[in-house]
T-cell receptor, first 114, second 113 residues
């Protein structure tokens, strides 16, 4: 069963606008990660937020985590056409430390129009 | 630095045929994983190897076998391919010893007719 559910499934914005994607999960986690996947390519790690962190920044990316609501959001500011991709959240459930297993959501497809 | 390399990139099989997907990483990572990606389903874990010499089932292991040949290589075998195994397969690796970042290969697109 899928741990993460992402919302929206698809998002289309203009270049320069901000894009927000949300992820909800079901079980307690050690950390939550976000990945990007360009069409026809493998996934690339963007950012990791630990369960005791509430917010993290990396360049134009801002991630928040609310463990009480079991949800996370990814904000991409000042979007560019090159940000067009699918974005996936992935959770590391408590108890998975020895295995490194991640459970992925279904993804949000972002289109940034020039 | 090649990272994670998967072969082949594309493969077409007939129902009942067998094949092996190869994966190698050059980052000295301890843990390796095989995921499959289907439309609307995200990525689902098939098998993983937390360290050299160990393998364990993931969420969808039926119809697959794996071999952790050495620290670098982790192969996925389909003994008798079925149309339901048509998918894109991704190999990934991580340092292990925790739940950190995964490094992915470029994927292997498999079609079973």
């Amino acid at each position: 069963s899928q741990q993460g559910e992402e919302d929206p499934q698809a998002l289309s914005i203009q270049e320069g606008e901000n894009a927000t994607m949300n992820c909800s999960y079901k079980t307690s986690i050690n950390n939550l990660q976000w990945y990007r996947q360009n069409s026809g390519r493998g996934l690339v790690h963007l950012i990791l937020i630990r369960s005791n962190e509430r917010e993290k920044h990396s360049g134009r990316l801002r991630v928040t985590l609310d463990t009480s609501k079991k949800s996370s959001s990814l904000l991409i500011t000042a979007s560019r056409a090159a940000d067009t991709a699918s974005y996936f959240c992935a959770t590391a459930p408590v108890g998975s430390s020895n295995t490194g297993k991640l459970i992925f959501g279904q993804g949000t497809t972002l289109q940034v129009k020039p | 630095n090649a990272g994670v390399t998967q072969t082949p990139k594309f493969q077409v099989l007939k129902t009942g045929q067998s094949m092996t997907l190869q994966c190698a990483q050059d980052m000295n990572h301890n843990s390796m994983y095989w995921y499959r990606q289907d439309p609307g389903m995200g990525l689902r874990l098939i098998y993983y190897s937390a360290s050299e010499g160990t393998t364990d089932k993931g969420e969808v292991p039926n119809g697959y076998n794996v071999s952790r040949l050495n620290k670098r290589e982790f192969s996925l075998r389909l003994e008798s391919a079925a149309p339901s195994q048509t998918s894109v397969y991704f190999c990934a690796s991580s340092r292990g010893g925790g739940t950190g970042e995964l490094f992915f290969g470029e994927g292997s697109r498999l079609t079973v007719l």
